[in-house]
Structures are given as structure tokens and as C-alpha cells.
């Protein structure tokens, strides 16, 4: 089933978030999903919203259990060679802002050999773009309602490839089928100069991971996009895909945890997130008080 077109576009919401980093990130070899989600959710990421500067932080917690039918990859395009356990934006309204969080930032890299293997910052200096969003929660934290994937996409050395995945991307965001696509075209990384700068943190990446294009793509159901893959719209940008497209990387979303938005700090971000959760569930409004806030703010 398609999704409903007459649902609001929230898209400019996120035209302030002008300064950005995506940011893979592989969890510590030998350390459970259920406790590297646990620490990522509740002890990473309130010390990263803590951080002065910080205009937007969401994490995306992704699956390495589910890899069928994800995504139709073109015949001659090769699957990225690259295990992943999520993502994460940080965003700033402005270079003043990301100047003062970087001051401070060692505080947090410090923190990220405890939980990370691998963790790479693709810089957006000039932002990202989001095409639609059909999703009317501005802070979602929890499991993902939709069927949600991020696509690493390398087109090798092609100079037409930028456009080219910004006009595939705007072309797939008309679609009825697709809720949310957010489209990122980073700068291409550096290994020389490794970034974020954590310590005993592996920050290198493969030629087919420099130079990349990243879609986030939602859709109501795994049905919903499956039908769309099957749709004349999908199959006739595939020959383009093949052209264009030297490998690609496809991880599904299972949450997205809000911390930060519109440069305040979310209940998941100043509880952690699973508190924010039971607040939500319960019902508990005093939690979410001016009063009961306060407490909470740095400094009290």
C-alpha cells in the first residue's frame, strides 16, 4: 500500500540545522547489541547533549540481523564491504555553535573507546537536505515505526556523480510509497586527518567508503517499499543505478533516538533515553514539569 501523500511535509524543520558531521559507527568486538545499544542510548548520548553548541543529535541504531530484500542491488554493483551498528547526526546552527562543542569535545571522544570500534565523521559543512518527511514526531525515540534504510552509495571518481544522486534522490522522494528521505553528500574523507579524534578508536575507511553519498529512505512497511522496488517509477532508474553506482551499502533501521533539537536538549537527553521512554509510557507529565526539569540542567 502507498503511503498517504495528503500527510503534511515537515521537511523544513530541519533547514536550520546547517552545520553538519554523519557519523558510522561500528560497536567493540566482543560486546553484546543489547549492552552497546544500552550504554550508545543512556550513557553516551546524554554526556554528547550536554555539550554546549550542540544545535541537533540523533542516533540511528542499525540491525546486522536483517539483510534480505532490503534493497535491489543492479547486476555489475557491488555490495559495500563494511559491518555497521549505526549512525549518528550532530548538527549546528551555525560555525560559532560547532566551535564551542569542539572546544569541549575531547570530553566526549574520551568516552567512545568504551563502546566503539570504529567510528568515521563525514563532514557536511554545508548541511544535508531533507526531501520529504511525512513523520509528524520532530523528537522520535524509540523503535522506528517505519521500514527505514540508510544507503552508502560510492560512484567511484565519476564527476557527474553528486548530481546525479541528487537528482535520483529528489526523484525517489516524489514518490507516493517513500514517508522520509534526507539526503547527505559529504566532503571526502581525509585518513590522513581522522575524525572524531578518539583515542584507541579505529577512524580509517576504504577507498569505496571516502568518497560517498548517504539516503536515508522510509516507507510505511517493508511491503510498501517492496512494491515500490516492483513500481515502473523504481525499475526505470535502475539502468542508471548500474551506470552510475560502484557499490553500495545497505543498513536497516531498528530506533532513532532523538537527544537534541532545535539546540534544546530532549527528556532523552537530559534522562537518557529509556527514562524518556518509561516518562512517555507512563504517562508521568510531573516528570516533564519546569520543576522537575530543572533539576536535571546542568548546574541544577
Not at 550504554?39 to 547533549?49: F, I, M, T
Not at 567512545?112 to 567510528?119: D, K, M, P
Not at 527528556?267 to 522537575?292: E, F
Request: proline share 8%; glycine share 8%.
Amino acid at each position: 500500500m502507498s503511503a498517504d501523500v495528503n500527510l503534511p511535509d515537515f521537511r523544513e524543520r530541519d533547514e536550520r540545522v546547517r552545520c553538519l558531521t554523519y557519523t558510522p559507527v561500528r560497536r567493540l568486538a566482543g560486546l553484546s547489541q543489547p549492552v552497546f545499544a544500552a550504554y550508545w542510548r543512556d550513557v553516551h548520548g546524554p554526556l554528547c547533549a550536554r555539550l554546549p553548541g550542540l544545535g541537533y543529535y540523533v542516533q540511528y541504531h542499525f540491525s546486522r540481523r536483517v539483510s534480505a530484500n532490503l534493497w535491489p542491488v543492479p547486476a555489475g554493483v557491488r555490495r559495500m564491504d563494511v559491518v555497521l551498528d549505526g549512525a549518528v547526526e550532530i548538527g549546528f546552527a551555525g560555525t560559532e555553535e560547532q566551535a564551542r562543542f569542539q572546544a569541549v569535545s575531547p570530553v566526549l571522544f574520551e568516552d567512545e573507546h568504551n563502546v566503539f570500534e570504529h567510528t568515521v565523521a563525514y563532514d557536511l559543512p554545508d548541511g544535508s537536505r531533507t526531501l520529504v518527511d511525512r513523520v509528524a514526531d520532530p523528537i522520535p525515540n524509540g523503535p522506528d515505526p517505519l521500514h527505514r534504510l540508510h544507503l552508502h552509495l560510492n560512484g567511484g571518481a565519476a564527476d557527474d556523480f553528486r548530481s546525479w544522486v541528487k537528482e535520483w534522490a529528489q526523484g525517489l522522494a516524489a514518490a507516493p510509497a517513500v514517508r522520509k528521505l534526507r539526503l547527505h553528500q559529504p566532503t571526502p574523507y581525509d585518513n590522513a586527518h581522522p575524525a572524531p579524534p578518539a583515542p584507541m578508536v579505529d577512524h580509517q575507511v576504504s577507498d569505496e567508503r571516502r568518497e560517498i553519498a548517504i539516503v536515508e529512505i522510509g516507507f510505511d512497511s517493508p511491503l510498501a517499499a517492496r512494491e515500490f522496488f516492483a513500481s515502473t517509477d523504481f525499475q526505470d532508474t535502475v539502468p542508471a543505478q548500474a551506470e552510475k553506482l560502484r557499490s553500495i551499502g545497505v543498513f536497516p533501521v531498528t530506533g532513532v533516538y532523538t537527544y537534541v533539537r532545535d539546540s534544546v536538549m530532549t527528556t532523552a537527553g537530559l534522562r537518557g533515553s529509556r527514562s524518556a521512554q518509561l516518562i512517555r509510557h507512563l504517562g508521568a507529565v510531573n516528570q516533564i514539569q519546569d520543576d522537575v526539569t530543572h533539576r536535571f540542567w546542568p548546574g541544577g
